[in-house]
């Protein structure tokens, strides 16, 4: 009985010893799978994306710092709720709101955005709309006194220490998803790839472009007439994201997308299921949390 206790003793100390030398590669073999997802970041508060919940729309908050950008801002119905959430995380001014393209489902919420807050720099494309939405937007840009600015191809802008490229921009009135703002976040050695409602045209022009990305907001939704292999070979995400309604009448996201992610082996987070996706990262690593926040009207 004695040598019994003394060998599982043994065995206990021997355990803790190679833990004790092997604990971090131990640790590190486990979490491969995980690829950065639930590490511990030294600054998890410093920088942050938000993919924010809003249905069959898109709307994006980065924090860096005290400094906010948004990109997109819903549907029209959101853009109180909107409203609402950002006041409630303390922000009163963005240094960049950024409609990616025209349509509702992007700019829906944009005159809130204007009216509540004090924004430093507006960018949309350089084109215009007959519909109410876009005028609302205009309108409000001249209450308050704030520039349309419509940034360049392959210019950049800073936020803090974090740089924005911006990879295309079109004036395309005939395919309007096609004038979408793509960008490029560079942020330390982590790197963000936002396309809005880019489709697969654009994607096959801006191949030569350094689009290497960690996190890829998935362009319209997850349809199919975007997310090319030729694409998504070419810029490698780690993970994607996806906004997109529990149910809509365009049955996003199409299954032939999703099945290229995973063939790709790419993590997919979707606002659907997994209501706002949040990103914290120290340059170096991600952690990943997924939060319901009351900014889907749907």
Known sequence: MKNLIRNIIGILLLILLIYIAYGTEIKDYFSKENKHENVVLNDKD????????????????????????????GNNHDGLKLVDYFKSLGITKFKYVIATHLHEDHIGGMDYIIKNFDIEHYYMPDVTSEYLTFTEVVNAL???????????????????????TVLWISKDEEEINDTSIVLKLDFKNTSYL???????????????????????????HGSS??????????????????????????????????????????????????????????????????????????
């Open 225 to 298: 007439d975007a997310s090319s292999s030729q694409f998504l070979v070419k810029v490698d995400p780690k993970y994607a994201i996806i906004s997109v309604a529990t149910v809509n009448d365009y049955h996003h996201p199409h299954d032939i997308t999703l099945k290229k992610l995973n063939e790709l082996n790419v993590k997919t987070y979707r606002t659907d299921k997994d209501g706002t996706i949040v990103l914290s990262s120290d340059g170096e690593n991600y952690y990943f949390e997924t939060i319901k926040t009351d900014t889907n009207n749907e």
């Open 46 to 73: 410093k920088f942050k994306i938000y993919f924010i919940d809003v249905g069959e729309a898109d709307c994006t908050l980065i924090k860096n710092g005290n400094e906010y950008t948004l990109i997109d801002a």
């Open 142 to 164: 001249k209450e308050k006194h704030i520039k349309w600015e419509v940034p360049e191809m392959d210019s950049t802008f800073n936020m803090g220490d974090a740089k924005f």
């Open 194 to 220: 936002f396309t809005g409602d880019a489709t697969k045209n654009v994607e096959l022009k801006i191949l030569d472009k350094d689009l290497k990305s960690d996190v890829l907001k998935v362009s319209h």
